[in-house]
Nanobody
Framework: QVQLVESGGGLVQAGGSLRLSCAGSGFIFSIYDMSWYRQAPGKQRELVARIRSSGSTNYADSVKGRFTISRDNVKSTVYLQMNSLKPEDSSAYYC??????????????WGQGTQVTVSS
């Protein structure tokens, strides 16, 4: 059974930091691209950061220089270090695992989400 379990969300003041974690199980973590998305009420889910199985990363423009995504394949865990948080970063954050197999078959898994609230 595939599981993605996020943790680390909470309430923080503007300018503060949080580190989100997402622990995966039930799949071969190391071959999956891992991403963090966020979705605020009434808004579309947006990509925050991605780290591919190769280790390459990309970030949304709004978080570049403030957020860092990393992964530990031994622990099957992906992290999102969030610094210099702003009220507009307040959102539910979701972990995603994505893989396209050799025959083009796509596997896509989501965590249950963790809430981040940044007070001004």
């Amino acid at each position: 059974q595939v599981q993605l379990v996020e943790s680390g969300g909470g309430l923080v003041q503007a300018g503060g930091s949080l580190r989100l974690s997402c622990a995966g199980s039930g799949f071969i973590f190391s071959i999956y691209d891992m991403s963090w998305y966020r979705q605020a009420p009434g808004k579309q889910r947006e990509l925050v950061a991605r780290i591919r199985s190769s280790g390459s990363t990309n970030y949304a423009d709004s978080v570049k220089g403030r957020f860092t995504i990393s992964r530990d394949n031994v622990k099957s865990t992906v992290y999102l270090q969030m610094n210099s948080l702003k009220p507009e970063d307040s959102s539910a954050y979701y972990c995603n695992a994505h893989h396209i197999g050799e025959l083009g078959r796509t596997s896509d898994y989501w965590g249950q989400g963790t809430q981040v609230t940044v007070s001004s």
